[in-house]
């Protein structure tokens, strides 16, 4: 069944990389934004909400090109990025895996937002009567309690960056070896007489990895309660 | 010795407290609202006092003409909250040893199981707080206190939150601790009865003042008739 060329293996390996690379990068902003929303009250806090939840409910298109614009190589961030840290994004899987991330932000910061919402304070001032201080009652009291808040939205941003197509392909295009993803492969393929075949598998390698993410995040998150509210 | 003079607003009550404990169970009796915990909070660094001071054995911990605030988690203070407050995602034995770790002491088996065997929670170690009764929550919230190596131990109506049959399972353990540990205590409570077992010396509070402070004679037997 899983019959693929090469250049299909690639795709399917390259959109695992980025998938990963996104959620890892994501997640210390994830938690430090979710951190700042749920338990700080500052000026423009709501526009910094806003600027996070945007990715959501903007186009696709629309995301990818104001990365075009700001982090292609002569782009102002671009450009300094590439000159200071030689990191550069555009037409790079890097660059697909900073759409990705951007992309599925917004679905990573709401659960871990909830969960750190959820927590017991007086839990954290427990800790602290205890002799921890600030940073050790977040690493050994909040984060921990926040678990199942962070897998779900590990999980989320996850599939979220596995099936990104449309920011991705407008902001890095569509190269093989380099950004063609599952996603994108499966595109070129409709677009070419007798790709059918070829589309059908990927699709259904797409459909099984959803599924893995899902199963994962599940048995995850049945761990972690288990761990809190016993057995 | 511990000294608090303080005041703070809180919403419509204007709490002005002083008093000083020494060695023993000092009791802060008082009806609901009377500003009990809001005093146990400023000795502990959960609450902040708008003027005056808090001082342990000459440490001051709170200062506010001298601009001293020392946090909470440098107080050394151990408090045995109303519900417990266990950390649910930790083992009893990993609650029991937080404030240790916290503090970066080394392990002291000795001690540890003294205590352990003072509250008799050697069965429940390895459990989660979620499995335990109301009485072994609250036991193992004194023992959590005690381990850390506290100078003073804040107690909170600690037997608020049970029954009748657990109250009395646990009254025997704080008598033992009073007469043991040789900590000092402070013991909030609104339950004459109890406050009657456990205390050396009682502060009355009322409407966020202090109405009398001395031996036992101040809880009256209307006390235990009005508030039980």
């Known amino acids: 069944m899983l019959d693929l060329t090469p250049a299909e293996w690639t795709a399917v390996a390259l959109s695992l990389r980025i998938a990963v690379v996104a959620t890892a990068c994501a997640l210390p902003f994830g938690i430090a934004i979710g951190w700042l929303l749920a338990r700080t009250n500052f000026w423009g806090k709501s526009v910094l909400d806003g600027i996070v939840f945007l990715p959501l409910v903007m186009p696709p298109v629309v995301t990818g090109y104001l990365l075009l614009i700001w982090f292609g190589r002569k782009a102002p961030i671009g450009a300094f990025l590439d000159s200071h840290f030689g990191i ?5 899987w890097t660059g ?23 927590i017991d304070r007086k839990l954290e001032d427990a800790a602290a009567t205890l002799g921890a201080n600030r940073p050790w009652v977040f690493l050994t009291v909040t984060l921990p309690l926040a678990l199942p808040g962070i897998i779900a ?41 007798g790709g059918d075949a070829a589309a059908g598998r990927l699709v259904l390698i797409a459909i099984v990895l959803a599924f893995a993410a899902l199963f994962a995040s599940e048995w995850l998150a049945r761990r972690a309660s288990v761990r809190f509210h016993g057995e | 010795m511990l000294a608090v003079d303080v005041e703070k607003q809180l919403g419509a009550l204007k709490l002005g407290v002083r008093f000083d404990a020494a060695r023993g169970v000092t009791a802060l009796f008082g009806p609901s ?27 001051v911990l709170f200062d506010a003409a001298r601009g001293i605030d020392v946090p909470p988690h440098r107080r050394r203070i151990g408090y045995v909250f109303q519900e417990g407050r266990l950390f649910p995602h930790l083992s009893v034995r990993q609650n029991l040893d937080y404030g240790r770790r916290m503090s970066g002491r080394p392990h002291e088996a000795a001690e540890f199981d003294r205590i352990v065997a003072l509250l008799d929670i050697g069965h429940l170690l390895d459990r989660r707080p979620r499995m335990l009764s109301g009485g072994e929550r609250q036991r193992v919230a004194v023992g959590r206190a005690l381990l850390m190596g506290p100078r003073l131990l804040l107690l ?3 037997l608020a939150s049970l029954d009748a049959a657990h109250k009395r399972e646990i009254l025997p353990y704080l008598v033992r601790l009073r007469d043991d540990a040789g900590i000092p205590m402070v013991y909030v409570s609104h339950t004459a009865a109890e406050v009657r077992r456990i205390a050396t010396t009682v502060v009355r509070l009322d409407a966020g003042h202090v109405v009398a402070a001395g031996g036992l004679e101040l809880i009256k037997d209307a006390d235990i008739d009005g508030l039980d």
């Open chain 1, 153 to 193: 939205g590990v999980v989320l941003c996850f599939a979220r960056a596995l099936g990104e197509f449309g920011a991705t392909i407008t902001f890095v295009s569509n190269i093989p070896g380099e950004t063609q993803t599952i996603s994108s492969l499966i595109y070129t393929l409709t677009q070419v007489p």
């Open chain 2, 156 to 158: 909170d109506e600690p």
């Open chain 2, 33 to 59: 609202g009377a500003g009990k915990t809001s005093v146990v909070n400023m000795i502990a660094g959960l609450l902040t006092p708008d003027r005056g001071a808090i001082a342990i054995d000459g440490t």
């Open chain 1, 88 to 92: 550069v994004f555009s037409f790079r």
């Open chain 1, 96 to 118: 697909a895996a900073l759409a990705c991330g951007i992309m599925g932000f917004p679905l990573m910061v709401r659960p871990i937002r909830l969960a750190l919402e959820a």
